[in-house]
């Protein structure tokens, strides 16, 4: 079946600092791939998106491509900032017998220190 | 335009009741799935509702069902509660023909004791 695999958490930043948050995926097809964001006490902010091999999605400084031949769609952003503490979930769509749904990774805390 | 809503925001429960939790979907959304969320997990599919029918299931057993009503709302009701059932559950929907993009409601928090 499908699924996802994301670093492990937290990681600790300071402000300004470059961000990686590592997502590799198993799927049969072709996924579309996703970046959502969890900020404390809330539900999820799809971040960005790539439906396709070498797409890259992109929002809020964050980017992220979908890399086919690895199998990874790794986030990041080049200078993060505190109000950027959240935890972020890789996730991929697939069609199949359960409809269009989403597969999670386990989710990465991340806590950006002023 | 008004996003994915959803009612109540917390709710403590009995082991061995019943709950029903609702959600609005976002404008023009004809898709609705819901998930659950375990403390520190990502989200697990539960199902997906499209034209007021079952579009698809995860690995939940039955006592998880669900409906979708005309104006697209839907429920979520959990019979026979477990204390494994305490979760933040939430609801996501998505535009006709596009249900691989969902848009997620702030979720309920179900605590059962």
């Known amino acids: 079946g499908n699924s996802v695999t994301q670093m492990e958490g937290p990681v600790t930043l300071s402000e300004e600092a470059f961000l990686t948050i590592n997502c590799t995926y198993t799927a049969t097809g072709y996924p579309s791939l996703f970046w959502y964001v969890q900020y404390p006490g809330e539900g999820l902010q799809l971040l960005l998106k790539a439906t396709k091999a070498d797409d890259k999605g992109s929002n809020k400084g964050f980017e992220a491509t979908y890399r086919k031949e690895t199998t990874s769609f790794h986030l990041e952003k080049g200078s993060v900032q505190v109000s950027d503490s959240a935890v972020y979930f890789c996730a991929l769509s697939d069609r199949g017998a359960a409809g269009n749904k989403l597969t999670f990774g386990g989710g990465t805390r991340v806590l950006v220190k002023p | 335009e008004t996003g994915v809503t959803q009612s109540p925001t917390h709710l403590i429960k009995t082991r061995g009741q019943q709950v029903t939790l609702r959600c609005s979907s976002q404008?023009?959304?004809?898709?609705v799935s819901w998930y659950q969320q375990a403390l520190g997990q990502g989200p697990q599919f539960i199902f997906q509702y499209y034209r007021e029918e079952e579009n698809g299931r995860g690995n939940f057993p039955p006592r998880f069902s669900g409906l979708q009503f005309p104006n697209y709302s839907s429920e979520l009701n959990v019979n026979a509660l477990e204390l494994d059932d305490s979760a933040l559950y939430l609801c996501?929907?998505?535009?006709?023909?596009?249900?691989?993009?969902?848009?997620f409601g702030p979720g309920t928090r179900l605590t059962v004791t």
């Open positions: 404008s023009g959304h004809n898709t």
């Open positions: 996501a929907s998505s535009l006709p023909g596009q249900s691989y993009e969902q848009y």
